[in-house]
């Protein structure tokens, strides 16, 4: 399937002529869609325009068909998203979508010679170090659902409730897909700076792993841990916001 570069379905809140310095592109969880970041845009000034990316599959989507491979959903998100990025961007991805922008930061970076301003990452291991890769997409749906009240990201009402989970359960299979389908490639270190986010409390990533992002960027580098589990940025949703705001203020005045 050929995806099309169509700013109403993967960017379903961008304005085309915004008054915004920057844009802040907003990558989702495995499971997850752009409804991820529906609050966001409160805590940002105007000057910071929030672009959640609505992947094929997922959210209003649904009825299209997911992209399993990361080198194709990669291809296919520098292709839709260049011509929105004449003005300064970040990137910022939580789990699997700290995975997608990186690589896209790459592929822009290798192709075009773009970069954002700043690369934010959360809730995910350093590329270069993941290793174990349990099989979740081929679960079955009992023990993924299992799999998924040990993540503690999910409501029990969603996970109790059998016709939900069946609509549900598709998507993210596809996106656990995606996961394991990821190979790091080794490559030079960005030149943007990079800033992680943990959960101290996140059963899938250590801080160790957080850590050895730092082998990533030849910029800044910064590591913050939060309370809470691997979905601590609901639950420390303002924290990290501000955090994100502090760093990219800074950005927006030098490039301003």
Same mark, same amino acid.
Request: hydrophobic share 40%.
């Given at each position: 399937?050929?995806?099309?570069?169509?700013?109403?379905?993967?960017?379903?809140?961008?304005?085309?002529?915004?008054?915004?310095?920057?844009?802040?592109?907003?990558?989702?969880?495995?499971?997850?869609?752009?409804?991820?970041?529906?609050?966001?845009?409160?805590?940002?000034?105007?000057?910071?325009?929030?672009?959640?990316?609505?992947?094929?599959?997922?959210?209003?989507?649904?009825?299209?068909?997911?992209?399993?491979?990361?080198?194709?959903?990669?291809?296919?998100?520098?292709?839709?998203?260049?011509?929105?990025?004449?003005?300064?961007?970040?990137?910022? !991805?939580? $789990?699997?979508? &700290?995975? =997608?922008?990186?690589?896209?930061?790459?592929?822009?970076? *290798? #192709?075009?010679? %773009?970069?954002?301003?700043?690369?934010?990452?959360? !809730?995910? $291991?350093?590329? &270069?170090? =993941?290793?174990?890769?349990?099989?979740?997409?081929?679960? *079955? #749906?009992?023990? %993924?659902?299992?799999?998924?009240?040990?993540?503690? !990201?999910?409501?029990?009402?969603?996970?109790?409730?059998?016709?939900?989970?069946?609509?549900?359960?598709?998507?993210?299979?596809?996106?656990?897909?995606?996961?394991?389908?990821?190979?790091?490639?080794?490559?030079?270190?960005?030149?943007?700076?990079?800033?992680?986010?943990?959960?101290?409390?996140?059963?899938t990533v250590d801080?160790t792993q957080l850590?050895?992002?730092?082998?990533?960027?030849?910029?800044?580098?910064?590591?913050?841990?939060?309370?809470?589990?691997?979905?601590?940025?609901?639950?420390?949703?303002?924290?990290?916001?501000?955090?994100?705001?502090?760093?990219?203020?800074?950005?927006?005045?030098?490039?301003?």
């Amino acid at each position: 399937m050929t995806y099309k570069p169509d700013s109403s379905t993967w960017f379903p809140t961008i304005r085309c002529k915004s008054s915004a310095r920057l844009r802040l592109f907003c990558f989702p969880y495995a499971g997850g869609n752009s409804a991820a970041f529906r609050s966001w845009p409160q805590y940002f000034p105007e000057s910071v325009e929030i672009c959640p990316v609505q992947l094929p599959g997922r959210g209003a989507r649904f009825l299209e068909s997911p992209i399993k491979k990361f080198p194709l959903l990669i291809d296919a998100i520098v292709n839709v998203i260049k011509p929105f990025l004449d003005e300064p961007f970040a990137f910022f !991805g939580h $789990s699997l979508g &700290s995975l =997608i922008a990186f690589e896209i930061t790459h592929q822009l970076g *290798s #192709d075009f010679s %773009l970069q954002p301003i700043h690369l934010i990452v959360s !809730g995910c $291991s350093a590329p &270069s170090h =993941i290793t174990q890769r349990q099989i979740l997409s081929k679960l *079955s #749906d009992r023990e %993924l659902v299992d799999e998924l009240r040990q993540l503690n !990201g999910t409501p029990s009402e969603l996970l109790n409730n059998k016709e939900l989970m069946a609509m549900v359960l598709p998507g993210l299979r596809a996106d656990f897909a995606l996961y394991e389908s990821y190979r790091y490639k080794p490559r030079r270190p960005l030149e943007c700076p990079l800033t992680v986010f943990g959960g101290t409390e996140d059963r899938t990533v250590d801080s160790t792993q957080l850590e050895l992002w730092s082998e990533e960027t030849k910029d800044l580098f910064s590591l913050y841990q939060l309370p809470g589990n691997h979905f601590f940025l609901h639950n420390e949703e303002a924290t990290v916001l501000m955090l994100i705001l502090q760093k990219l203020k800074t950005l927006i005045h030098k490039v301003a």
